[in-house]
């Protein structure tokens, strides 16, 4: 499940694009779904440099992964990058142990590919 809400970049006075707040909104919406789905495939489409072996071998090991994306923050952004800050709680449910929870703070880079967006990099 991703909830998205944007708020005003840091730069005062400066306005984010609603295509560009859209196109970040839907790119994270699909990477939460690719991982909720446990789809290595998915995940490799909004971030190419992802590895669908270790991840096919990490979703083996789940019965359920839910994500949450949230407090979404455009921090910078120009024609070909975007960076987004927000916060990311992972509730992981493994075949074999206990349920887990990790929330983090991440920086996402985000990078226009012709009309659509995909994750770059995580710089933290």
């Not at 984010?16 to 789905?37: H, K, N, W």
């Amino acid at each position: 499940m991703l909830l998205a809400e944007f708020s005003i970049p840091i730069a005062a006075g400066q306005a984010v694009d609603p295509a560009i707040q859209t196109g970040v909104r839907e790119l994270l919406q699909q990477y939460s779904s690719a991982f909720e789905r446990l789809d290595p495939n998915a995940v490799k489409k909004v971030q190419p440099s992802a590895d669908v072996e270790n991840l096919r071998n990490a979703f083996k090991e789940m019965r359920a992964l839910a994500i949450t994306i949230d407090e979404i923050k455009i921090l910078s952004t120009d024609s070909a990058i975007t960076r987004a800050g927000c916060r990311v709680t992972q509730t992981m449910t493994p075949k074999a142990g206990s349920k887990k929870t990790i929330v983090v703070m991440r920086v996402i880079r985000l990078r226009r590919q012709g009309t659509a967006w995909i994750i770059d990099a995580f710089e933290r």
